[in-house]
T-cell receptor, first 112, second 113 residues
Framework: AQSVTQLGSHVSVSEGALVLLRCNYS??????LFWYVQYPNQGLQLLLK??????LVKGINGFEAEFKKSETSFHLTKPSAHMSDAAEYFC??????????FGQGTELSVKP | DSGVTQTPKHLITATGQRVTLRCSPR?????VYWYQQSLDQGLQFLIQ???????AKGNILERFSAQQFPDLHSELNLSSLELGDSALYFC????????????FGEGSRLTVL
């Protein structure tokens, strides 16, 4: 069965600093992996996805993630945090029928 | 705006009651997914429908049921409500052609008192 684990339920960075949100996956088949973002009082929206093409995936708002099979990881990064990046971020793996299996989420705070 | 509409946005009810949550998917999307988000359980997949038929089932309680109608809107019925059912219920839709690309509504927040 597929699953994802997000390390750290809360991450705090200063504006302009590097953002690193960690995700490890478990899958018996080559996985499709995703990062979604949830802004306050909104639904989730897709940031980026990995579908076995390039291992470095670029998404919206300057975010990117690298698929590392040897480490079973799919960490999300952004070189320079902006106040508007404050949100909850979810890593997910695709399951049966196209459903998504989400991690517990990481809340990102950005300090001025 | 994702194009997915959920009603009601907020709902307060009492234990033992029954409620219905409604979801209108994006135009043309055939798949509808229901998720429950709570502080202790996180985002849990409940059930998926594709063009009116149940496609996948997750951690959905027997007290809960769902259906997708011919016009593709979906309803999630929650009955014999308990305090622990208080949560944010999300509907998402997809065209089915791009794996994992789900479009989420803003959710229905259910409070059971």
């Amino acid at each position: 069965a597929q699953s994802v684990t997000q390390l750290g339920s809360h991450v705090s960075v200063s504006e302009g600093a590097l953002v690193l949100l960690r995700c490890n996956y478990s899958s018996s088949v080559p996985p499709y992996l995703f990062w979604y973002v949830q802004y306050p009082n909104q639904g989730l929206q897709l940031l980026l996805k990995y579908t076995s093409a390039a291992t470095l995936v670029k998404g919206i708002n300057g975010f990117e993630a690298e698929f590392k099979k040897s480490e079973t990881s799919f960490h999300l990064t952004k070189p320079s945090a902006h106040m508007s990046d404050a949100a909850e971020y979810f890593c997910a793996v695709s399951g049966e029928g196209g459903k998504l299996i989400f991690g517990q989420g990481t809340e990102l705070s950005v300090k001025p | 705006d994702s194009g997915v509409t959920q009603t009601p946005k907020h709902l307060i009810t009492a234990t033992g009651q029954r409620v219905t949550l409604r979801c209108s998917p994006r135009s043309g999307d055939l798949s509808v997914y229901w998720y429950q988000q709570s502080l202790d359980q996180g985002l849990q997949f409940l059930i998926q429908y594709y063009n009116g038929e149940e496609r996948a089932k997750g951690n959905i309680l027997e007290r809960f049921s769902a259906q997708q109608f011919p016009d593709l809107h979906s309803e999630l019925n929650l009955s014999s409500l308990e305090l622990g059912d208080s949560a944010l219920y999300f509907c998402a839709s997809s065209a089915g052609t791009r794996i994992g690309e789900l479009f989420f509504g803003e959710g229905s927040r259910l409070t059971v008192l």
